[in-house]
Structures are given as C-alpha cells and as structure tokens.
C-alpha cells in the first residue's frame, strides 16, 4: 500500500501561482510513477501531470504546458506541481495519484492506470 497526502491548494487571483506538495510514504517502493489529475465542478476527473520517479520524465496535458511544471524529490518521497499563471478554470480538486505500471509512457493520462490516490486538496482561481 501507498499512502498519498497533498498539500498546498487554496484561494488565488488569475494570474497567480500555487504549489502544491504529495508526500507518499508506506510501500513507495513499489511505485514507478506519479500523476497529478484534477476535478473541476461538475465535470470528470482529468489528467494534469505526471512523472516517472526513475527519470524524472514528464508528462503534461496541452491545457497546462507552459504554466505548470511537476517535480519529484525521491530522497523524500515527495512530488510537487508548480502552477503559475493559473486561470479560473483551473479551479478544480487536485489530487495526486501513484502507479505501479511499467508502462507508464502508455497509459500516464488514464486515472484507471493508477493504484493509489490522494484526498485531493482544493485550489480556487478567482477571475
């Protein structure tokens, strides 16, 4: 089992910029990769981000390249997403997930292809 716990959402203006943290801890062993996927109101959960612990190699939808950037930190056990110039429709639930596939270049942006997921942490962008 891996246990996943993000940090850092909270209330911005357009424009602004968040970060946000997932500490992972129990069996992170066994993951390859991580991903971060939101929920806007009222709609699916979307992929965002995602990056192999191994490499660092990346992964991100055409919505946020440019703006967003996610980083891990394998001594601890750590993934972060960077997010500047944030527009209100961004506002979403975001949550952090882990995979266990090593096939992760193939399947990064399926929330199905992720065995452990987060609570989420809210991020709010006002216009």
């Known amino acids: 089992q891996v246990q996943l716990v993000e940090s850092g959402g909270g209330l911005v203006q357009a424009g602004g910029s968040l970060k946000l943290s997932c500490a992972a801890s129990?069996?992170?062993?066994?993951?390859?990769?991580m991903g971060w996927f939101r929920q806007p109101p009222g709609k699916e959960r979307e992929f965002v981000a995602g990056i192999w612990w191994s490499d660092g190699n990346t992964y991100y939808t055409d919505s946020v390249k440019g703006r967003f950037t996610i980083s891990r930190d394998n001594a601890n056990n750590m993934v972060y997403l960077q997010m500047n110039s944030l527009k209100p429709e961004d506002t979403a639930v975001y949550c952090c997930?882990?995979?266990?596939?090593?096939?992760?270049?193939?399947?990064?942006?399926?929330?199905?292809?992720?065995?452990?997921w987060g609570q989420g942490t809210q991020v709010t962008v006002s216009s």
């Open positions: 129990g069996r992170t062993s066994s993951s390859t990769a």
């Open positions: 997930a882990a995979t266990t596939n090593t096939y992760y270049s193939l399947t990064y942006y399926n929330p199905k292809a992720y065995a452990y």
